[in-house]
């Protein structure tokens, strides 16, 4: 008799949600001893469908379907949040960085090899409405490129929606408009077999530690350490992508927490918010600190900031 797994029942459990969330995926656990974690939570804006997925389980496949299956009318705009993973589609394959994006038919077997523990972010799209966006070709594979304008847009949209930064409701219209907005990005974005020319690993890099530093500005513990971490670098090698760009990690993640804080302070649906309040929830933890540095940044402290916006 096959000994079961030690955490049997919290994979199969996680496995359902993520049946029910995304469809005909199967997966198996770690060998061995090593625990199970993971987590499945599929999030609504308006109209917009957002699976967020955790796991550590060693592989996720998906066999390719009946083509009238009701869970195949998606494609999945996939956002690496934590940690790195290979998607194995078409015959090719993407390695995932922290910030990157990809976009996968549903239609198709898939195959996706977590490195560790992986979080993801998957944005499910109408299969339709992307084949359409391409001129009715078959759903492109691949990585979703922020080299252009295109592709930053897109970026600044992806990550506004899984940290959780826009306002809220978000009705069923403003639901419709980002999903439309996604997919005019789309085809742009999406890197083909025929692109002349990659761009350099350290640019790369580079883009992805804004991307990660833009989806965890509120966390108290985005740090250095934790960003070399995700990105699987050393900290050496953080700073020096920084310095290569005539600046450095600490006062790139400053610089748009104040500007965070800075929207929140103009924005008079957030009046009832204190200042303190704002400065906590973006990841700063001295007040005095977060005055003097606002100050220096904005030209007045953050009381005179929200007042003079407040009258203009």
Known sequence: MIPAHPQQGSFSAWLADLQRTCGNFDSCPLPGDAPFQGSVNKRVAGSLEVAEITT?????????????????????????????SRIIQQGRYV???????????????????????????????????????????RVPFGKLSTGNASGQILQLIVNRVVSRQLSSPITQEDGIGL??????????????????????????????????????LQDEGLTPTFL???LHISVRQLYRLFENHGDSVCRYVQRQRLERCAEALSDPSRARHSITEIAYHWGFSDSAHFSRAFKKAHGMSPRDYRRYHSLH
């Open 56 to 84: 550590n389980a060693q592989r996720i496949v998906r066999q390719r379907p009946c083509s009238d299956r009701e869970e195949d009318r998606y494609c999945f705009l996939v956002v690496q949040r934590q940690g790195r």
């Open 95 to 137: 390695d995932m960085l922290p910030g990157e994006m990809a976009l996968m038919d549903s239609a198709r077997d898939c195959e996706i090899l977590p490195q560790g523990f992986i979080e993801h972010s998957s944005f499910h799209l109408p299969r339709d409405a992307v084949i359409e966006r391409f001129s009715n070709r």
């Open 228 to 230: 070399a971490e995700q």
């Open 179 to 216: 999903r439309d907005s996604l997919l005019s990005l789309l085809a742009p974005t999406c890197r083909q077999e025929s692109d002349a020319v990659m761009e350099e690993h350290g640019a790369e890099l580079y883009r992805c530690a804004q991307q990660l530093i833009e989806q965890r």
